[in-house]
């Protein structure tokens, strides 16, 4: 295929992946109240409440527009998988399958991760910080935007053994550096648990156990899959000696 072929192909994939959205979100909104029930239940005894009048009508168009994007991203991930498909080689297919599938799994974990454990153990933390006289008077806007930051962050971080074993694979990094400074490695992950949540103890603990345990996790994976490749590179270059 030439440049404007390809080029046509990506528009033809975007657009897809554009309406394919657009739909999940519509298709979501039917379900948009039930939703934002489920999101808002570790508040409810407290009450979750609106300010402006078009206040209750966007929060249900951000998680209609969130769940269908949540609905949708396998869709589009298999769309753009299908475009870079045709320009990798076998071995490069067979590498990039299982990459694409644990990337998706861990980031899902991720988000349910973050909202069923998380966010009702902070939330939980957070209110009892109240008085007699301190009551909280939370709003809907900006309960959905500490849930949705919340949710994003974990999904992120917990694709953190993509990250370690792609930079071993790729010899930036050895399995043996990433032990031996394992001190850093803690400052490292403790100020990205600071960055993705809120500032409180809780929330930043229930990032930083999780994220060692998954460094940890994919050191040692990273230490499988290194010594496997360099075996099989050693047993290639003795049968090309021979």
């Given at each position: 295929m030439g440049l404007l072929d390809h080029l046509a192909e990506l528009r033809t994939v975007l657009i897809q992946c554009?309406?394919?959205?657009l739909a999940a979100a519509i298709l979501c909104w039917a379900w948009s109240?039930?939703?934002v029930d489920l999101i808002i239940s570790p508040v409810r005894e407290?009450?979750?409440?609106?300010t402006a009048p078009n206040d209750a009508f966007m929060?249900?168009?951000?998680?209609s527009f969130v769940a269908g994007l949540f609905v949708v991203a396998p869709f589009v991930l298999f769309r753009v998988y299908g475009f870079v498909l045709p320009g990798l080689h076998r071995r490069e297919r067979r590498l990039v399958t299982p990459v694409l599938a644990w990337t998706v799994l861990l980031f899902y974990t991720g988000i349910a991760f973050a909202f069923f454990v998380v966010a009702p153990n902070v939330v939980r933390f957070l209110m009892g910080f109240g008085t007699e006289s301190l009551k909280p008077l939370i709003g809907i806007s900006q309960y959905l935007a500490f849930v949705f930051r919340l949710c994003l962050g974990f999904g992120l971080v917990f694709e953190l053994p993509m990250l370690v074993i792609a930079l071993c694979l790729a010899g930036i990094v050895s399995p043996?550096?990433?032990?031996?400074?394992w001190r850093y490695a803690i400052v490292i992950i403790s100020i990205l648990a600071a960055v993705f949540t809120p500032p409180d103890i809780i929330s930043?603990?229930?990032?930083l156990v999780p994220m060692l345990v998954l460094y940890m996790g994919s050191v040692v994976i990273a230490f499988v899959l290194v010594g496997r490749r360099d075996r099989a590179r050693a047993a290639a270059a003795a049968a090309e000696g021979d």
């Open positions: 554009l309406l394919a959205a109240g039930d939703l407290h009450g979750v409440y609106f929060a249900r168009l951000r998680v043996r550096l990433l032990l031996r400074t930043q603990m229930m990032m």
